[in-house]
């Protein structure tokens, strides 16, 4: 592992250096930077021909202003070292990203603090910057101080601070389940970076709006509107953000049916942040997913855990815009039954991205109606969060053939297909995985859409419900069947 030595205010030499030349007694205290990239952004990278001078030293207008902010901030902290990805990291080297990116989940969780650039686009913009606010239609408003004369205060200006909105520096660390706008907190956007901050034990969050604090028990503000009536230091566990109720997973203190609960809907909100190489999306999640693992005790397998497979396999795609499947790169084929074989297509400017989702009947009880068989093509320990190829999952249960199945209310038929282009034409098999035990859908029925290829395997191709009381329950008289689905 590599780091930056930032030097100090009397010295600021900045050079790249190995931990393991460093003269230590105790553990390596060490900031790491999350920040954005940028599209087409200039950023200092570490190479196979400049590392050598990178290890004796690095010129300061090398670096971005989100670079030199976060370096500055190392050193107010009195820190002497930062990690930094396009620096730490030899960026043309498949072998040096593959060696690293394995240890990401450890850099973060490892960091004293994670300096997180929110607010900007790119290496550009920077961590300490002019506040400025969202305003209406989406416009950037700076701030702005507005004398008001008090005969309270015996005829004295004083000055009152107000927002135009509050979502931006707030919904954005306490709303589950939704991904929000952009514009005001890009790097929140990203898929890695989604990651290192669930993983950090502390992140000090350089907003548009103001300084956002993060860590294993609060979030704080610099207004304290985070730490009154809707902090979330008293709120329930499942009320908690996914930063938190993590949090409490990784010091063992969850039982392993929340755990579950909690994955599921980290995904939920995961899957729809963007990432420049789509077969980054389970590499992106690897770091978590080990932490996880930890806690779950059982296999990973392409996104999902071996001990939830039946609430995990009934995802849906998007509610909202059209779905394509991921590319299908050279060892890293998603398989079908995973929610990472699907891709919400959205564009960097719309406001908000989209993710699958669990329908919340799945958190009650439910009955298994399917046994599982057999998994295949998944790696083993560590590179099992890291790749998947040729993975399948063998299982039995009810099926029945049907013409192609349409949404069919009156008859209580709920039908979802997993992208846009592949709807079938012809029959389908339809695979009844659970029954719904508890709540208000006690009875439902929830099924998996599939269609035979030629192999004789099967893919998915969509999930539903029937509600059983409403109209004729087609598995009522059906067969078992095993099914093997790529």
Avoid at 210 to 229: I, M, N, P, Q, R
Avoid at 403 to 417: A, K, S
Wanted: include cysteine; glycine fraction near 8%; proline fraction near 3%.
């Amino acid at each position: 592992m590599r780091v930056l030595d930032v030097g100090t205010r009397d010295q600021p030499h900045v050079r790249l250096v190995l931990i393991e030349s460093i003269d230590q007694k105790t553990a390596l205290k060490y900031v790491a930077l999350s920040h954005c990239w940028g599209v087409g952004a200039s950023l200092v990278r570490t190479t196979t021909n400049n590392i050598s001078q990178h290890l004796k030293d690095i010129a300061w207008g090398e670096f971005s202003k989100t670079f030199q902010d976060a370096i500055c901030i190392t050193r107010g902290l009195d820190v002497r070292y930062l990690w930094i990805d396009s620096v730490c990291i030899i960026q043309d080297s498949m072998l040096d990203w593959a060696s690293e990116s394995k240890r990401m989940g450890g850099i973060y969780s490892n960091a004293h603090l994670t300096i997180s650039a929110t607010g900007s686009s790119d290496g550009s913009g920077g961590c300490l910057f002019p506040r400025w606010v969202k305003g209406p239609g989406a416009t950037r408003r700076a701030r702005q101080t507005i004398p008001i004369l008090s005969e309270t205060r015996g005829g004295s200006l004083f000055e009152v601070h107000a927002r135009l909105t509050r979502e931006a520096a707030h919904e954005q660390f306490i709303s589950n389940g939704e991904n929000l706008p952009r514009m005001t907190a890009p790097l929140m956007s990203r898929a890695w970076c989604f990651q290192e901050r669930m993983l950090s034990m502390r992140v000090l969050h350089f907003h548009s709006e103001e300084v956002v604090w993060e860590c294993a028990t609060s979030t704080a503000c610099e207004c304290g509107f985070l730490k009154g009536s809707r902090g979330q230091d008293q709120m329930p566990f499942k009320d908690k953000s996914y930063r938190l109720q993590a949090s409490q997973v990784f010091q063992g203190l969850r039982a392993k049916e929340e755990v579950f609960n909690t994955w599921r809907g980290v995904v939920t909100q995961y899957s729809g942040l963007l990432l420049t190489r789509e077969s980054d999306r389970l590499p992106a999640l690897a770091g978590l997913a080990q932490r996880f693992q930890t806690a779950v005790g059982c296999p990973y397998l392409a996104g999902l855990w071996g001990d939830d497979l039946l609430r995990a396999l009934l995802w849906r795609r998007p509610v909202v815009g059209s779905t394509r499947r991921r590319v299908q790169s050279t060892g890293c084929k998603f398989p079908t039954w995973s929610w990472a074989s699907v891709e919400h297509i959205n564009s960097e400017e719309e406001e908000g991205a989209s993710g699958i989702y669990y329908p919340p009947a799945l958190d009650s009880d439910i009955d298994s109606q399917v046994e599982v068989l057999a998994i295949s093509g998944l790696g083993s320990g560590e590179t099992s969060t890291l790749t998947v190829s040729d993975a399948s999952i063998t299982l039995r249960g009810v099926c029945t053939s049907t013409p192609v199945l349409e949404r069919d209310y009156e008859n209580g038929v709920e039908i979802q297909y997993d992208v846009d282009e592949e709807k079938p034409t012809g029959m389908v098999t339809c695979l009844l995985v659970a029954c719904i035990k508890g709540n208000f859908q006690c009875g439902f029925l929830y099924f998996l859409i599939l269609v035979r290829l030629p192999s004789g395997k099967f893919d998915r191709v969509g999930c539903g419900h029937l509600e059983p009381g409403r109209g004729r329950n087609w598995f009522e008289n059906a067969s078992l069947m095993k099914v093997e689905i790529v």
